[in-house]
T-cell receptor
Framework: DGGITQSPKYLFRKEGQNVTLSCEQNLNHDAMYWYRQDPGQGLRLIYYSQIVNDFQKGDIAEGYSVSREKKESFPLTVTSAQKNPTAFYLC?????????????FGPGTRLTVL | QQPVQSPQAVILREGEDAVINCSSSKALYSVHWYRQKHGEAPVFLMILLKGGEQKGHEKISASFNEKKQQSSLYLTASQLSYSGTYFCGTELGNQFYFGTGTSLTVIP
């Protein structure tokens, strides 16, 4: 079955540690996205990538980093520079980066900083 | 930049209708609609690509008024399964923005 997988589902981190969230898709989509969602809030774009080896910052990229070395994979690293990293992180993909492309979401990773 | 949705929250009884609005301060070229159940990922509902376009399936439909820079989602004869948070979304510049969200609760 085609889809997007994210791992782990729950992640706990101590303050000051970097952590990497995995996102893999087998839909052959060119574009991939990372969103952050805080309780009762909407989705805010962290980073997006429209093609391999290229990515752009969203509105809240500070304290995060990404890579896009393979079409299928778009891992997100939450660094110690991110002041308030506890949130629900969602990865998505679309056929391309054009506005007509519907986004398919992974199940999400819930990150808690202890 | 983020589209603004109204109302923020609505409670319906089964069988009642609802309208959710999505407004942008900038020109809209397309509008997406998604529904998110509590603790789950958003699920795509529909995209409207042209001003004046209306789409729908079963009892959920949407319209897109390009001139007014807004879109509306219509839910008729609501079912319990319609409960969740509804988000509109659009591309502004080169970035995709989701709206502020509307929490919809359907009660028996």
């Amino acid at each position: 079955d085609g889809g997007i997988t994210q791992s782990p589902k729950y992640l706990f981190r101590k303050e000051g540690q970097n952590v990497t969230l995995s996102c893999e898709q087998n839909l052959n989509h060119d574009a991939m996205y990372w969103y952050r969602q805080d309780p009762g809030q909407g989705l805010r774009l962290i980073y997006y990538s429209q093609i391999v080896n290229d990515f752009q910052k969203g509105d809240i990229a500070e304290g995060y980093s990404v890579s896009r070395e393979k079409k299928e994979s778009f891992p997100l690293t939450v660094t110690s520079a991110q002041k308030n990293p506890t949130a629900f992180y969602l990865c998505a993909s679309s056929i391309d980066g054009a506005s007509g492309g519907k986004q398919f979401f992974g199940p999400g990773t819930r990150l808690t900083v202890l | 930049q983020q589209p603004v949705q109204s109302p923020q929250a609505v409670i319906l009884r089964e069988g009642e209708d609802a309208v959710i609005n999505c407004s942008s301060s900038k020109a809209l070229y397309s509008v997406h609609w998604y529904r998110q159940k509590h603790g789950e990922a958003p699920v795509f509902l529909m995209i409207l690509l042209k001003g004046g376009e209306q789409k729908g399936h079963e009892k959920i439909s949407a319209s897109f008024n390009e001139k007014k820079q807004q879109s509306s989602l219509y839910l008729t004869a609501s079912q319990l399964s319609y409960s969740g948070t509804y988000f509109c979304g659009t591309e502004l510049g080169n970035q995709f923005y989701f709206g502020t969200g509307t929490s919809l609760t359907v009660i028996p």
